[in-house]
């Protein structure tokens, strides 16, 4: 629903232009270049949206206490940057975090995270200031796990397991989770946003789906060929998981029986244990 926020936005100052320009008797000399466009007939009720949409982005340089920096133009870099998102999506972003510290309160506390951007000038929940793009996490134990360094396809497997932990606690949170396994496009950050609520293990969702296939592989050594497709293989895999981790209930029709069950993999990643 969102998809289009971004132009709206880049139409309200030429709309508003065009009204004020309406009550005029007659057009200044030099604004004849302001003639509206025919994609300038933009609704009411969409300038609207488009300016509370504007208005409910807030800046923030810490998500409940802890930075947030960014590497991609420089490595280590921990100068304080202004992150913008909406009022709700800072809100998941605080118990997103709140779960994190919790689940692998073992590695000590949240020293940093690293992230390549929250709202993003361009379309979709980037632009709609609804998405996260998390590079790097650091404890202040000395643990860190790196998607900016592809951590899903590390030849180590406590790093993947602790990839998968990460990502299980963002799914927690957020439905649209985008990793390395996905597409080459995430192979270097986990991507999550607001598309899709509530949270569910969706069996026709191809990051979803590539996700469990994963978590099987990593934590049983399912062999499941990772290509995001929920076939009879991976729903004996999936009961097999389920099973193991003690999870009654259905991941597939109820968010907390699911975030229950993320928790529970986040758990078993984080301490470097098999399922
Ligand atoms: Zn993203």
Redesign the pocket.
């Given at each position: 629903m969102f998809e289009n926020n971004v132009t709206r936005r880049g139409f309200v100052t030429g709309a508003a232009a065009v009204a004020g320009l309406a009550g005029l008797s007659t057009v200044a000399p030099g604004l004849a270049g302001a003639d509206p466009k025919i994609h300038d007939q933009h609704t009411e009720e969409e300038i609207r949206a488009a300016e509370a949409g504007v208005l409910a982005l807030k800046t923030f340089q810490k998500i409940d206490g802890t930075p947030v920096y960014y590497w991609r133009s420089n490595r280590g870099n921990t100068t304080a940057r202004n992150w913008q998102a909406t009022d709700a999506f800072y809100d998941a972003l605080v118990a997103w975090i709140r779960d994190l510290r919790s689940l692998s309160s073992a590695y000590g506390s949240i020293s940093y995270i690293v992230s390549a951007?929250f709202y993003v000038n361009k379309t979709g929940q980037?632009g709609a200031g609804t998405?996260m793009?998390l590079d790097h996490i650091r404890w202040s134990g000395g643990n860190t796990i790196s998607p900016l360094d592809q951590a899903h396809a590390s030849g180590t497997a406590s790093v993947r397991k602790r990839y998968l932990a990460t990502e299980a606690v963002c799914r927690r949170r957020f439905r649209y989770v985008l990793d390395g396994w996905y597409n080459a496009a995430h192979a270097d950050?986990i991507?999550s946003d607001f598309g899709g609520m509530p949270v569910r293990a969706v069996k026709s969702s191809e990051a979803d789906t590539k996700f469990v296939q994963a978590v099987c592989n990593n934590f049983r050594g399912s062999g499941l060929v990772v290509d995001g497709v929920w076939g009879t293989k991976t729903t004996t895999a999936f009961n097999g998981l389920k099973s193991a981790l003690g999870v009654t209930g259905d991941p597939h029709s109820s968010t907390s029986v699911w975030q229950g069950m993320l928790s529970k993999i986040a758990t078993k990643g984080f301490a470097n244990q098999n399922i």
């Open positions: 951007g980037h998405a793009d950050h991507h």
